[in-house]
């Protein structure tokens, strides 16, 4: 029973570089989050995305950042041209469909991006 | 802003100890969830609570939502070294989004 999976689990890139992070839900999920930890801070909602469709992005950054899930595949979540402010530690999220208001959604182990 | 404040923020306690971590809002959720998080590692979850006043236990672990859906609180018993963490809430409003808590790291010494 996989949980939700990320890769990689570390990533550095050089400033201007391009980011990719992935994302595959747990078995049956077909709704995923994202969430952005910076150093010492909390958790931050990013994204919330259906198969093929962007539900909610109010918390993406207005450039540089772009989200997808497609129809078949993982999410990626794709960050270009990076720059130092944008190390932190990714995670993703899935819940169920019909989740029925209680909205429990599973983590995974996160992406650590290290902007050199 | 902050919707979600989490007090204390830092705890160091001895083995055997009691204590509660608070989970403070001025706005309603539809739930709230409680995670921990270890280090270099994702939150995983511990209880979601739904219902106003409902309280949950798991093993020496237990969890309350305040009547009025604004609050909730952790009630840790007996804590052991094992339970040491940073601990999150994370509630839910009509949208999908997980508003989480400012943390409450959690050191328990043998």
């Known amino acids: 029973n996989a949980g939700v999976m990320q890769n990689p689990r570390h990533l550095v890139r050089r400033r201007g570089q391009e980011a990719r992070l992935r994302c595959s839900p747990m078995?049956?999920?077909?709704?995923v989050y994202w969430y952005r930890q910076l150093p010492e801070e909390g958790l931050k909602f990013m994204v919330y995305?259906?198969?093929?469709?962007?539900?909610?992005e109010s918390g993406m950054p207005k450039e540089r950042f772009s989200a997808e899930f497609p129809k078949e595949g993982p999410s990626i979540l794709r960050i270009q041209q990076v720059v130092r402010g944008d190390s932190a530690a990714y995670f993703c999220?899935?819940?169920?469909?019909?989740?029925?208001?209680?909205?429990?959604?599973?983590f995974g182990a996160g992406t650590r991006l290290s902007v050199l | 802003t902050q919707l979600l404040e989490q007090s204390p923020q830092f705890l160091s306690i001895q083995e055997g100890e009691n204590l509660t971590v608070y989970c403070n809002s001025s706005?309603?959720?539809?739930?709230l969830q409680w995670y921990r998080q270890e280090p270099g590692e994702g939150p995983v979850l511990l209880v979601t609570?739904?219902?106003?006043?409902e309280v949950k236990k798991l093993k020496r672990l237990t969890f309350q939502f305040g009547d009025a859906r604004k609050d909730s609180s952790l009630h840790i018993t007996a804590a052991q070294p094992g339970d040491t963490g940073l601990y999150l809430c994370?509630?839910?409003?009509?949208?999908?989004?997980?508003?989480f808590g400012t943390g409450t790291r959690l050191q328990v010494f043998p």
């Open positions: 999220a899935s819940s169920p469909v019909g989740s029925g208001g209680k909205n429990i959604q599973y």
């Open positions: 078995k049956g999920h077909s709704h």
């Open positions: 995305l259906q198969k093929e469709n962007i539900i909610d």
């Open positions: 706005s309603v959720f539809s739930s």
């Open positions: 609570v739904v219902t106003g006043g």
């Open positions: 994370a509630g839910a409003k009509n949208t999908d989004k997980l508003i």
